[in-house]
């Protein structure tokens, strides 16, 4: 018998896993992040966002090295207030990000697809396939996401294959980097992805773990997010910066002659990482509402969280407005991926041994 348990995974399928969640990103973000850069600014920006990634996992990487186990359960060993409110607030965030995962899901087929349908509706859909993914568990969506994956580099390799007659190196504009966008590019990358507390929240469920495996998941993304980038800039130039979906215009201007139009298919592949990335955040935040009250069983959990969710996507625009903004400015993410985990290497409680059996379910 091993001593890995049934519900954890392979380094490979978390790296997959977590390349789909921040291409849900591309796909919906690129206009909002590349308004202000210029091309070259814009794709330096990449690795550069890259490398302050991987320096905010330091901290959860030290904290295991000396403390062992996980993050939730290092918080729990300062102290029940300490953590109960860190836990509280990781849920939070978990049940907020899949709300907006689900928000953007609605809001991109309403607006491209089925525009005079409602909105409400793809919201509740979307979230109880989600939640049913979640219930069954990491290992099952994993699983389904290592399909998902190998379809996704299918589709991009095609994509960027249509659009090489498209490609003109003039529409990088100019060969300047401009220092002061450059950085704001670069601390938006860093401040927007929200995945690295994801990652930090699945990584105890992985066999074998390792630092690898962060600096394989952080280089494989800004890899194919460079050249997906590299591609839409150089093939839609200063249109790109007009469209709410940039990805989605170049889809719809490459064409291949056996499959026609791509858009098609970057739709398909969009709603499989949206769902992904749901089941994904909802699952982690089962997994903090559980360490808070360990006798609520997974589909209740998972039912519980959803709900929170669809409540979140469906509140007053102001309040998503706010919430968004505190999201974009990196605080919350800064605080709970860095900050907490330093903060809690401080007390001599946190670097106990690991107690398997007394760990709550996840």
């Known amino acids: 018998m091993t001593g890995s348990r049934p519900r954890d995974i392979s380094p490979a399928q978390l790296v997959m896993l977590l390349l789909l969640c921040r291409l849900f990103v591309l796909f919906t973000d690129t206009s909002r992040s590349e308004n202000n850069l210029s091309g070259p600014a814009a794709l330096a920006a990449v690795p550069l966002a890259a490398a302050g990634a991987l320096l905010m996992l330091l ?6 090295r000396k403390a062992g186990g996980d993050m939730l359960t290092a918080f729990w060993r300062v102290g029940r207030p300490f953590g109960a409110a860190l836990t509280a607030a990781c849920g939070l965030f978990c049940v907020y990000m899949a709300a907006s995962t689900a928000g953007h899901f609605s809001f991109f087929l309403v607006s491209t697809v089925y525009q005079n349908a409602k909105q409400w509706v793809f919201v509740l859909l979307f979230l109880l396939a989600a939640a049913y993914a979640a219930a069954l568990g990491l290992e099952a969506f994993s699983r389904a996401g290592g399909f998902f994956f190998a379809v996704a580099m299918a589709a991009g390799a095609l994509l960027l294959f249509a659009l090489l007659p498209e490609v003109d190196l003039a529409n990088l504009a100019s060969p300047f980097l401009e220092p002061g966008a450059l950085a704001a590019g670069t601390l938006r990358g860093v401040a927007g992805n929200a995945d690295i507390l994801l990652f930090l929240l699945l990584f105890p469920r992985v066999r074998g773990g390792s630092g690898k495996t962060g600096f394989w998941w ?4 800004a890899a194919v997010w460079w ?3 590299f591609f839409v800039l150089t093939a839609l130039g ?6 709410l979906f940039p990805l989605q215009a170049a889809a719809a201007v490459a064409n291949l002659s056996v499959f026609g139009r791509m858009d098609l298919v970057h739709i398909a592949v969009w709603i499989f990482t949206a769902f992904l990335r749901a089941a994904a955040w909802l699952y982690c935040g089962c997994t903090c509402l559980r360490r808070l009250f360990p006798k609520v069983r997974m589909g209740a959990a998972s039912a519980l969280c959803a709900l929170a ?4 996507a469906a509140a007053a625009a102001p309040l998503w407005e706010a919430a968004g903004s505190a999201l974009e400015s990196g605080v919350p993410l800064l605080l709970l991926a860095v900050a907490a985990p330093l903060v809690t290497l401080c007390f001599p409680r946190a670097k106990s041994p690991v107690e398997d059996g ?5």
Do not use: N, S
Not at 358 to 362: N, P, R, S, T, V
């Open 358 to 362: 007394k760990e709550a379910a996840q």
């Open 238 to 243: 200063d249109y790109a910066g007009t469209r």
């Open 59 to 64: 901290p959860f990487f030290l904290l295991r």
């Open 218 to 221: 952080v280089a494989l993304t």
């Open 227 to 229: 050249v997906l980038c």
């Open 309 to 312: 969710a669809g409540i979140a």
